[in-house]
C-alpha cells in the first residue's frame, strides 16, 4: 500500500505569521502521483494545520493545480485565525463570564489576556482563578463564571409567632395545593389575663454584599411588621414590648397584625328560661338552641347539640355540632336565619335560611334550605352528602356527593361573579385615582420649593413630604386589594357545581344568565362554563377555583 506521506511529498507547508496564512509551494513533478481532498486533510492533521480556516475554493485550486503538474509557489491554501476573548460582567455586578471561540490555526487564548481584560473591567474580587486556568487549557468556553461576588442578604420581613397552641383563625385557610381547608372548626380555646399570646419578630436589616468591582452592594431591609391598633382584649407586655398579652379571659383569634381576646360566655342552654342573648364576644352553648331564640355575638357562635329555628347571627365562626332545622316553607314561619362573618359549619340543614361571609360546610344533609356563601358550599363529610331542594348561592363552587333527587325535586344553585366585587372594583378605582391627583399636586409643589430656595416655609414641606408617603402606602395598598379582586374575579369564571356520586333530574344550575337544567340522571360530574356556554363537564373537569 503505498505511504501517504511519500505521495505529494513534493509539497511544502509553511506558516507565514504576517500574512496570517497557510502557504502552499510545490515543484512540478511529472511522476507525481494525484491527490484529494481526503489525502489533504489527512496530510495536514499529520502536520498540526487540521484547526486551519482553508476555504473550498483554495483546497480546489490546490487539488487543480497539483494534479495538472503546474507549480505551486507560496499559494494560499488557509487563514490562521487567533481565538477571540469575551469577558462580561452582570449587571448586577455579582458574575463575571468568559467566552472563549477556539483558535482556527491562529494564536490561542492566554492566561495573561483574560488576567488584563479583567483588570481593564475592574474586576478585583472573587476571581475563579482555577476555573481561568481550566478555560484557558481547554481553549474554548461558553458563559463559563470566572468570578463571583457575594449577594446581599436582604432583611426578612417582620413576622408574628402565636404562643397558644389552639387559636381560632378568621383569615383565609389553604391548603399546600392551593384549595380550601375543610377542617373541623373545633371547640372554643380559652385563655386568662396575663396569658402570653404572640410575639412579634422585629424586620431584620441584611448584610451588605460586595460586587467583582469591589463595590458594596446594600442589602434591602425586611418590610416592618407592627402589631395592629386597638386590639380588643390583650395587651403589650411590660416585660417585652414585642410580646402580646391577654388582658382578660376568653376566646383567642388570630386577626390581621395580631390576636385579639374575646370574652367567651357558655351557657347549658338557650331557650324562653335563659332569654335571648346578645354578647361582645364568643357565645357556647354546650346543648340546644330552641326554637324562637335570638343569638347575638361579635365573635363565635358554638352550639354543641342542634339548634331549631332561631336567628343566629356571628361576627366570625357558627358551628352546630348536631344541625340546624329551620321552617322555610312553614306556614308559620318566621324570619329566622343564621348569618356570620366567617363559616357555618354544621352536622345537617333542614329548611334554614343562612348567609355566611366565607364557606358553608354540612357534613350530613342540606334540604329544602336557602344558603348563601361568599366562597364555597360543600356537603358531604363523613356522612351522606344529599343537596336537596331549595336554592344554594357560592361564588367559587357548590359541591355534594348526591345533587337533587330522584323525585325530581326542583333544587336551584348559582354560582359565579358577585355584583359587590365589581361594584368594590369600580370604588377602589376611583379612591386611587383621588390619592394619585393629590401626588401630582405635591410632586409640584416640592419641583417649586426645589427650583425657588427657601420661598416655601419648611414646615410646610415637611408635611407635603409627610403627605406624599402616606399616599404612597395608601395607593399601595390600593392596588393589592385591586389586585386581589381581579383575582377573584379570574377565579368566578373557574366556578363549578359538583356531584361526587350523582345528579338528578330538577337540578338547576345557573351563572349569571345563563341556565343549565339537569335532564334526566347522571353519575359524577359537574356544571360550568366551557368553550360553548354553560354544560357538563367530567370529574376530573371539576376542580373548582383553588382560592
Given at each position: 500500500?503505498?505511504?501517504?506521506?511519500?505521495?505529494?511529498?513534493?509539497?511544502?507547508?509553511?506558516?507565514?505569521?504576517?500574512?496570517?496564512?497557510?502557504?502552499?509551494?510545490a515543484?512540478?513533478?511529472?511522476?507525481?502521483?494525484?491527490?484529494d481532498?481526503?489525502?489533504?486533510?489527512?496530510?495536514?492533521?499529520?502536520?498540526?494545520?487540521?484547526?486551519?480556516?482553508?476555504?473550498?475554493?483554495?483546497?480546489?485550486?490546490?487539488?487543480?493545480?497539483?494534479?495538472?503538474?503546474?507549480?505551486?509557489?507560496?499559494?494560499?491554501?488557509?487563514?490562521?485565525?487567533?481565538?477571540?476573548?469575551?469577558?462580561?460582567?452582570?449587571?448586577?455586578?455579582?458574575?463575571?463570564?468568559?467566552d472563549i471561540v477556539?483558535?482556527?490555526?491562529?494564536?490561542?487564548?492566554?492566561?495573561?489576556?483574560?488576567?488584563?481584560?479583567?483588570?481593564?473591567?475592574?474586576?478585583?474580587?472573587?476571581?475563579?482563578?482555577?476555573?481561568?486556568e481550566?478555560?484557558?487549557?481547554?481553549g474554548?468556553?461558553?458563559?463559563?463564571?470566572?468570578?463571583?461576588?457575594?449577594?446581599?442578604?436582604?432583611?426578612?420581613?417582620?413576622?408574628?409567632?402565636?404562643?397558644?397552641?389552639?387559636?381560632?383563625?378568621?383569615?383565609?385557610?389553604?391548603?399546600?395545593?392551593?384549595?380550601?381547608?375543610?377542617?373541623?372548626?373545633?371547640?372554643?380555646a380559652?385563655?386568662?389575663?396575663?396569658?402570653?399570646?404572640?410575639?412579634?419578630?422585629?424586620a431584620?436589616?441584611?448584610?451588605?454584599?460586595l460586587?467583582?468591582?469591589?463595590?458594596?452592594?446594600?442589602?434591602k431591609?425586611?418590610?416592618?411588621?407592627?402589631?395592629?391598633?386597638?386590639?380588643?382584649?390583650?395587651?403589650?407586655?411590660?416585660?417585652d414590648?414585642?410580646?402580646?398579652?391577654?388582658?382578660?379571659?376568653?376566646?383567642?383569634?388570630?386577626?390581621?397584625?395580631?390576636?385579639i381576646v374575646?370574652?367567651?360566655?357558655?351557657?347549658?342552654?338557650?331557650?324562653?328560661?335563659?332569654?335571648?342573648?346578645?354578647?361582645?364576644?364568643?357565645?357556647?352553648?354546650r346543648?340546644?338552641?330552641?326554637?324562637?331564640?335570638?343569638?347575638?355575638?361579635?365573635?363565635?357562635?358554638?352550639?354543641?347539640?342542634?339548634?331549631?329555628?332561631?336567628?343566629?347571627?356571628?361576627?366570625?365562626?357558627?358551628?352546630?355540632?348536631?344541625?340546624?332545622?329551620?321552617?322555610?316553607?312553614?306556614?308559620?314561619s318566621?324570619?329566622?336565619?343564621?348569618?356570620?362573618?366567617?363559616?357555618?359549619?354544621?352536622?345537617?340543614?333542614?329548611?334554614?335560611?343562612?348567609?355566611?361571609?366565607?364557606?358553608?360546610?354540612?357534613?350530613?344533609?342540606?334540604?329544602?334550605?336557602?344558603?348563601?356563601?361568599?366562597?364555597?358550599?360543600?356537603?358531604g363529610?363523613?356522612?351522606?352528602?344529599?343537596?336537596?331542594?331549595?336554592?344554594?348561592?357560592?361564588?367559587?363552587s357548590?359541591?355534594?356527593?348526591?345533587?337533587?333527587?330522584?323525585?325530581?325535586?326542583?333544587?336551584?344553585?348559582?354560582?359565579?361573579?358577585?355584583?359587590?366585587?365589581?361594584?368594590?372594583?369600580?370604588?377602589?378605582?376611583?379612591?386611587?385615582?383621588g390619592?394619585?391627583?393629590?401626588?401630582?399636586?405635591?410632586?409640584?409643589?416640592?419641583a417649586?420649593?426645589?427650583?425657588?430656595?427657601?420661598?416655601?416655609?419648611?414646615?410646610?414641606?415637611?408635611?407635603?413630604?409627610?403627605?406624599?408617603?402616606?399616599?404612597?402606602?395608601?395607593?399601595?395598598?390600593?392596588?393589592?386589594?385591586?389586585?386581589?379582586?381581579?383575582?377573584?374575579?379570574?377565579?368566578?369564571?373557574?366556578?363549578?357545581?359538583?356531584?361526587?356520586?350523582?345528579?338528578?333530574?330538577g337540578?338547576?344550575?345557573?351563572?349569571?344568565?345563563?341556565?343549565?337544567?339537569?335532564?334526566?340522571?347522571?353519575?359524577?360530574?359537574?356544571?360550568?362554563?366551557?368553550?360553548?356556554?354553560?354544560?357538563?363537564?367530567?370529574?376530573?373537569?371539576?376542580?373548582?377555583?383553588?382560592?
Amino acid at each position: 500500500m503505498e505511504d501517504p506521506q511519500q505521495r505529494g511529498a513534493n509539497l511544502v507547508f509553511r506558516i507565514d505569521e504576517d500574512q496570517k496564512a497557510l502557504l502552499v509551494s510545490a515543484e512540478p513533478d511529472e511522476n507525481a502521483e494525484p491527490i484529494d481532498e481526503a489525502w489533504l486533510r489527512e496530510r495536514l492533521e499529520a502536520l498540526g494545520h487540521a484547526a486551519v480556516d482553508c476555504p473550498a475554493a483554495s483546497i480546489t485550486a490546490l487539488l487543480g493545480q497539483y494534479n495538472s503538474g503546474l507549480p505551486l509557489t507560496d499559494l494560499r491554501l488557509g487563514n490562521l485565525v487567533d481565538a477571540e476573548l469575551e469577558v462580561t460582567v452582570s449587571p448586577d455586578g455579582l458574575q463575571v463570564r468568559l467566552d472563549i471561540v477556539a483558535a482556527r490555526g491562529g494564536h490561542p487564548v492566554t492566561w495573561e489576556q483574560v488576567l488584563a481584560e479583567l483588570a481593564e473591567l475592574g474586576v478585583k474580587e472573587g476571581i475563579l482563578f482555577d476555573v481561568i486556568e481550566n478555560a484557558v487549557h481547554a481553549g474554548v468556553a461558553e458563559g463559563v463564571l470566572i468570578a463571583q461576588g457575594t449577594p446581599p442578604q436582604h432583611g426578612e420581613d417582620g413576622r408574628f409567632e402565636s404562643l397558644v397552641p389552639e387559636v381560632r383563625d378568621r383569615r383565609p385557610k389553604m391548603t399546600e395545593t392551593g384549595h380550601i381547608d375543610y377542617r373541623d372548626l373545633g371547640g372554643v380555646a380559652v385563655v386568662h389575663a396575663g396569658d402570653a399570646l404572640m410575639r412579634r419578630h422585629p424586620a431584620t436589616a441584611g448584610t451588605a454584599g460586595l460586587s467583582v468591582r469591589g463595590e458594596v452592594i446594600q442589602a434591602k431591609p425586611g418590610k416592618e411588621t407592627m402589631f395592629a391598633p386597638n386590639l380588643a382584649g390583650v395587651t403589650i407586655s411590660p416585660d417585652d414590648p414585642d410580646v402580646l398579652v391577654a388582658a382578660i379571659s376568653g376566646q383567642p383569634v388570630h386577626v390581621a397584625n395580631g390576636m385579639i381576646v374575646e370574652p367567651v360566655y357558655t351557657v347549658e342552654s338557650v331557650n324562653m328560661a335563659i332569654g335571648n342573648i346578645e354578647f361582645d364576644g364568643s357565645v357556647k352553648v354546650r346543648g340546644d338552641v330552641c326554637a324562637g331564640m335570638t343569638i347575638k355575638a361579635t365573635g363565635d357562635i358554638e352550639i354543641g347539640g342542634v339548634a331549631e329555628p332561631c336567628n343566629l347571627e356571628a361576627g366570625g365562626n357558627i358551628v352546630i355540632q348536631g344541625g340546624a332545622m329551620g321552617s322555610l316553607g312553614r306556614k308559620d314561619s318566621g324570619d329566622f336565619r343564621l348569618r356570620c362573618g366567617g363559616t357555618l359549619n354544621a352536622g345537617y340543614l333542614q329548611q334554614v335560611k343562612a348567609v355566611a361571609g366565607d364557606s358553608i360546610l354540612v357534613d350530613d344533609v342540606a334540604m329544602q334550605c336557602d344558603l348563601a356563601a361568599e366562597r364555597h358550599i360543600r356537603v358531604g363529610g363523613k356522612k351522606r352528602g344529599h343537596i336537596i331542594g331549595g336554592r344554594l348561592q357560592a361564588t367559587y363552587s357548590i359541591t355534594g356527593k348526591v345533587l337533587g333527587s330522584p323525585n325530581r325535586i326542583a333544587t336551584l344553585c348559582e354560582i359565579g361573579l358577585d355584583p359587590a366585587l365589581h361594584q368594590r372594583q369600580q370604588d377602589l378605582v376611583k379612591q386611587r385615582g383621588g390619592k394619585e391627583m393629590q401626588l401630582v399636586e405635591i410632586s409640584k409643589l416640592l419641583a417649586f420649593a426645589k427650583q425657588n430656595p427657601g420661598k416655601a416655609p419648611e414646615t410646610m414641606l415637611a408635611r407635603a413630604r409627610n403627605t406624599m408617603q402616606a399616599l404612597y402606602a395608601d395607593i399601595e395598598t390600593i392596588r393589592g386589594e385591586e389586585g386581589e379582586i381581579v383575582r377573584k374575579l379570574e377565579l368566578a369564571q373557574q366556578a363549578r357545581v359538583i356531584a361526587e356520586q350523582a345528579m338528578y333530574d330538577g337540578l338547576i344550575v345557573q351563572i349569571g344568565a345563563l341556565r343549565y337544567p339537569v335532564r334526566g340522571e347522571h353519575g359524577g360530574g359537574a356544571i360550568g362554563l366551557t368553550d360553548n356556554g354553560i354544560g357538563l363537564l367530567s370529574l376530573e373537569e371539576a376542580n373548582p377555583p383553588a382560592e
